[in-house]
């Protein structure tokens, strides 16, 4: 059975820092495209970064600069390390691992609670 969790979100000041984690199991992520994204009360569900399986990495404008994704394949898991973060940031944000090629796959953790207060 396939499992994707996340942890580390809290409560912040703005212009502090959290490093969320996603720990996957009965997959291997690093044959995944895995992205993060996150869901602000009464907004949609937005991209916020991802990793490829070789590595590369891509972001929203929004979080550019501020915000880094990485993978430790030998723990299976992918963080998302959030500096400078803003009142904005406050969401709640999810870990997606997604596989394009046969057999597709596409997995969803259930999110884990980021706020920041101003």
């Known amino acids: 059975q396939v499992q994707v969790v996340e942890s580390g979100g809290g409560s912040v000041q703005?212009?502090?820092?959290l490093r969320l984690s996603c720990a996957a199991s009965g997959i291997t992520v690093r044959n995944y495209v895995m992205r993060w994204y996150?869901?602000?009360?009464?907004?949609?569900?937005?991209?916020?970064?991802?990793?490829?399986?070789?590595?590369?990495?891509?972001y929203a404008d929004s979080v550019k600069d501020r915000f880094s994704i990485s993978r430790d394949n030998a723990a299976n898991t992918v963080y998302l390390?959030?500096?400078?973060?803003?009142?904005?940031?406050?969401?709640?944000?999810?870990?997606?691992?997604?596989r394009g090629t046969w057999p597709s796959s596409n997995y969803w953790g259930q999110g884990t609670q980021v706020t920041v207060a101003s």
């Open 14 to 17: 703005a212009g502090g820092s």
């Open 38 to 58: 996150r869901q602000a009360p009464g907004k949609e569900r937005e991209f916020v970064a991802g990793i490829t399986s070789s590595g590369l990495t891509n």
């Open 81 to 98: 390390q959030m500096n400078s973060l803003k009142p904005e940031d406050t969401a709640l944000y999810y870990c997606n691992a997604y």
